[in-house]
């Protein structure tokens, strides 16, 4: 089944305790990319990849590190979390980095920093 | 950067109704989706309308991008048509490509 996937779904953590939350996705699909979900502010992306190893910043990128190493994987890295990023995550992909295709999510990842 | 702006924010429908949804965007646009998020947070894709009209059983959409704004038509809404519709549009150009989100549309279908 072609499905983006993300781990964990649910996160309870302390501030400064770093921790990566990962994606995969298994459709062969070029661009992948993060967003945050807070109330009232709608989703926010914060980083995306146009390929392995093509990274760039998104609208609220800050506090947050991401990297691409294969196409498949698009970890999203908090080196020093705080409770300003508690949020719900979202990790998305689509088929190509150089012309626009439908986008497809993954199921969230409901992030608490105490 | 864009501007994405979603109208009514909230609503609500008695089962059987039939509702639109409008979104208006500052600036051109490459593409532009419209996603259901259900009352559990999974969003779920509706349509990729960069231009025309869609159909997908009750529902459908248009986007007119010269004039900067699509609709989302809901007919014979049912309970499970409850949650947040959100349209996002896509900018950008030379292999990089952003997408801008509006803040939702809360529907709540009442039996």
């Known amino acids: 089944e072609a499905q983006v996937t993300q781990n964990p779904r649910y996160l309870i953590t302390v501030t400064g305790k770093k921790l990566t939350v990962t994606c995969?996705?298994?459709?062969?699909?070029?661009?992948?990319?993060?967003?945050?979900?807070?109330?009232?502010?709608?989703?926010?992306?914060?980083?995306y990849s146009m390929n392995v190893e093509v990274t760039d910043k998104g609208d609220v990128?800050?506090?947050?590190?991401?990297?691409?190493?294969?196409?498949?994987?698009?970890?999203?890295?908090?080196?020093?979390?705080?409770?300003?990023?508690?949020?719900l995550y979202f990790c998305a992909s689509s088929l190509s980095g150089v012309s626009w295709n439908e986008q497809f999510f993954g199921p969230g990842t409901r992030l608490t920093v105490l | 950067?864009?501007?994405?702006?979603?109208?009514?924010?909230?609503?609500?429908?008695?089962?059987?109704?039939?509702?639109?949804?409008?979104?208006?965007?500052?600036?051109?646009?490459?593409?532009?989706?419209?996603?259901?998020q259900n009352p559990w947070g999974q969003l779920i894709n509706l349509?990729?309308?960069p231009s025309g009209t869609k159909q997908n059983g009750r529902l459908s959409a248009t986007t007119v991008a010269t004039e900067r704004y699509s609709l989302l038509y809901i007919s014979s809404s049912q309970t499970t048509d409850s949650g947040v519709y959100f349209c996002a549009v896509v900018v950008g150009g030379a292999g990089s490509y952003q997408l801008t989100f509006g803040k939702g549309t809360k529907l709540s279908v009442i039996p």
């Open chain 1, 24 to 47: 995969s996705q298994n459709m062969n699909h070029e661009y992948m990319s993060w967003y945050r979900q807070d109330p009232g502010l709608g989703l926010r992306q914060i980083y």
């Open chain 1, 61 to 87: 990128p800050e506090g947050y590190k991401v990297s691409r190493k294969e196409k498949r994987n698009f970890p999203l890295i908090l080196e020093s979390p705080s409770p300003n990023q508690t949020s």
């Open chain 2, 47 to 49: 349509f990729y309308i």
């Open chain 2, 1 to 36: 950067g864009i501007q994405v702006e979603q109208s009514p924010p909230d609503l609500i429908l008695q089962e059987g109704a039939n509702s639109t949804l409008r979104c208006n965007f500052s600036d051109s646009v490459n593409n532009l989706q419209w996603f259901h």
